[in-house]
């Protein structure tokens, strides 16, 4: 029993421990690999979010892509660092041989060569790194509090552990890769949750649900277990790590991620309290005013944007896809259409009296303006944030990469529609385009969701971010205090300086439980057996084509005396809530009593989702 006076003591001491915590004036180090122009600007708008509440921030451009400068609009301190990738490499790798308007199958063998040769780059790129010690001694100047990374490059946690920087803070400029949660200790069922990479949605058939799980395996196996061997050896040729220790470690201690979505605009699955979610921080408030050239086109009628983004250009499309848009903007004679075409010698063009062609377009301006209707773009998560958050449709045709599982969620929320870029003609563009722009119910749905994103958090997106940040680097004192020799509030030294700068023993290394058991050495394929990788893809392929048609021909019988999938009675009046089996075949479906699930959402009694009148979850 505490007594009165101890009782108050100890609040007290709490009270000073507190206080004397700094969390004014940090120094963060951003570790900012250039894939794109959308990812950095990720990056430079958090780090200006840092600088408005008084913090130091120095962003390290890793160059990948020589052709994406620094995030000009920020103030923080910019080094650039070129780790020796030949220019062009990054984009002759994501966008050739497939192109972007070719098959881009994440089970074709080409885009798994291209993810090889991907991380390949990334490998090529971490050993620039290691071996630059300017860059190393730019960075020692420097004493960093906090470091912040995305979730593609585990290299960094190499240059952190060597910097000895205390605290991280992981990014996504996307939706949740499953690197992050699994690393985290929170694997992803793939039953139900779509990879990043894939076209799947939460709601995927029995042969779907194969190939999103090879699919996760695949990348898992290239990114997770051949990188990291590579990036384990190049740092412990450095003397960062001994042999028992491994760069995948480091991230396990993560403090927070922070993601560039909303739970509600994603699809259901298992999360932590870890990730927080700044969905729509990105999109400017108030955009750059036009000028006069384009506010004479804006307010002549109402427009529709076409682009697909910085790369994939609209000039490159094969013959069929543009005569497909360019006759079906005919059957719309009352909308402009804006159209970023890049191979033509003027600025902008009238092609037509209703299409409008223009190298370059100030896409989130012309957003922004009340004349615009929907844009058709190619699923890159910025255009999607920009025009839901703008409350208007879009049309989407996915080229690569994530674009895809962006796209079957935009489909899902029925905020806009989307077509394949191997199969559209005109007819079927002039039926989803009309459908968005003359079906209210799209609109309306990207309103409410615009309003959810604004209010989707009781602190705003610039508090999240410094409190997350801080909270990592208060988080790393209390480590670091458990283990000094001294108190860092009674005990202070003879000068009579805080002990909290004394030089702490650091803690022992704690680490999460990870999703994946680690793969014996022996048990690793070695480099020459990944030319049987697409045979073996495929061979995968056709069996579980084969039980799909199985499947379809009448064997769901036996499917679901194996998954056991059959109701579960309660007894009396109570409600029944025996969950069934899940693993490969599906998620737990629940029989009896409705209520609100973790991963399922709101659920009604027969394993169902509720929906309100709308369709969708808060209300949406």
Same mark, same amino acid.
């Given at each position: ?128 790194? #290691? ?175 076409? &682009? ?27 909308? +402009? ?33 009340? +004349?615009?209707?929907?844009?058709? &773009?190619?699923?890159?998560? #910025? ?54 722009? +003359? ?15 604004? *209010? ?9 971010? +410094? ?37 702490? &023993? ?31 893809? #495929? ?57 609100? *699930? ?23």
């Amino acid at each position: 029993m505490i007594s009165t006076p101890g009782l108050g003591l100890f609040l007290l001491l709490s009270a000073l421990c507190l206080h004397r915590t700094p969390v004014d004036g940090l120094n963060i180090l951003m570790y900012v690999p250039t894939l794109s122009y959308s990812h950095v600007a990720f990056n430079g708008k958090i780090a200006e979010a840092l600088i408005e509440r008084g913090h130091q921030v120095v962003m390290l451009h890793i160059a990948l892509d020589d052709g994406v400068s620094v995030y000009k609009e920020s103030t923080a301190t910019k080094l650039r660092h070129d780790t020796g990738v030949p220019p062009g490499a990054l984009l002759n790798t994501l966008w050739r041989n497939p192109g972007p308007f070719e098959n881009s199958n994440p089970l074709n063998p080409l885009i798994l060569r291209k993810f090889l040769r991907l991380s390949r780059l990334f490998l090529d790129s971490c050993i620039g790194v #290691s071996k630059d010690d300017s860059i190393l001694e730019s960075l020692a100047n420097y004493t960093f509090d906090v470091v912040t990374v995305e979730q593609y490059d585990f290299c960094a946690f190499g240059l952190f552990k060597k910097l000895n920087v205390p605290s991280i803070v992981w990014l996504s400029a996307t939706g949740l890769h499953a690197v992050q949660p699994n690393t985290l200790g929170i694997p992803q069922p793939n039953s139900y949750v779509p990879d990043l990479f894939g076209p799947f949605t939460d709601d995927m058939t029995l042969l779907e649900r194969a190939q999103n799980t090879l699919l996760t395996r695949t990348t898992h196996f290239l990114f997770q277990v051949l990188s990291l061997r590579s990036i384990n050896s190049i740092w412990r040729s450095k003397g960062v790590f001994q042999a028992d220790r491994h760069v995948d470690e480091i991230p396990q201690s993560a403090s927070a991620v922070i993601v560039n979505t909303v739970p509600s605009f994603d699809f259901s699955g298992p999360t932590l309290a870890h990730f927080h979610y700044i969905g729509g921080h990105t999109v400017e408030a108030t955009p750059p005013s036009l000028n006069e050239e384009w506010s004479i086109i804006a307010e002549k009628r109402p427009f529709v944007l076409l &682009t697909f983004g910085s790369i994939a250009k609209t000039s490159e499309m094969p013959p069929h896809l543009q005569q497909a848009f360019f006759e079906g903007f005919k059957a719309f004679p009352e909308i +402009n259409f804006i159209v970023k075409y890049e191979k033509m010698n003027e600025t902008i063009r009238m092609e037509a009296d209703n299409v409008i062609l223009t190298k370059w377009i100030p896409q989130i301006s012309l957003i922004a303006h009340p +004349n615009y209707k929907a844009i058709i &773009t190619h699923g890159g998560w #910025s255009s999607i944030l920009e025009s839901l958050v703008h409350g208007k449709p879009m049309l989407l045709m996915p080229l690569f990469a994530d674009h895809a599982k962006n796209s079957k969620v935009v489909e899902a929320k029925r905020v806009g529609l989307l077509v394949d870029k191997m199969h559209m003609d005109r007819e079927e563009f002039v039926e989803k385009l009309g459908t968005i722009l +003359n079906d209210e119910s799209y609109a309306e749905r990207c309103r409410q969701f615009a309003r959810h994103i604004a *209010h989707h958090s009781p602190m705003d997106d610039v508090t999240t971010i +410094n409190y997350l940040v801080e909270r990592a680097h208060r988080e790393a004192q209390r480590k670091n205090a458990r283990h000094c020799p001294i108190n860092p509030v009674i005990d202070l030294p003879p000068n009579g300086t805080s002990s909290t700068d004394c030089q702490c &023993t650091p803690p022992p290394p704690s680490h999460r439980r990870t999703s994946f058991s680690r793969i014996p050495r022996e048990a690793i394929i070695s480099t020459s057996d990944l030319l049987y990788l697409p045979h073996f893809i #495929s061979a995968v392929t056709v069996f579980c084509t084969l039980v799909g048609v199985t499947v379809a021909a009448g064997g769901m019988a036996e499917l679901k005396s194996i998954t056991g999938d059959a109701p579960y009675q309660g007894a009396g009046n109570a409600p029944a809530m025996m969950p069934q089996p899940m693993g490969f075949w599906g998620r737990p479906r629940y029989y009896g009593g409705g209520g609100w *699930h973790p991963g399922m959402g709101w659920m009604n009694g027969d394993g169902g989702r509720f929906t309100s009148s709308s369709g969708g979850p808060y209300g949406l």
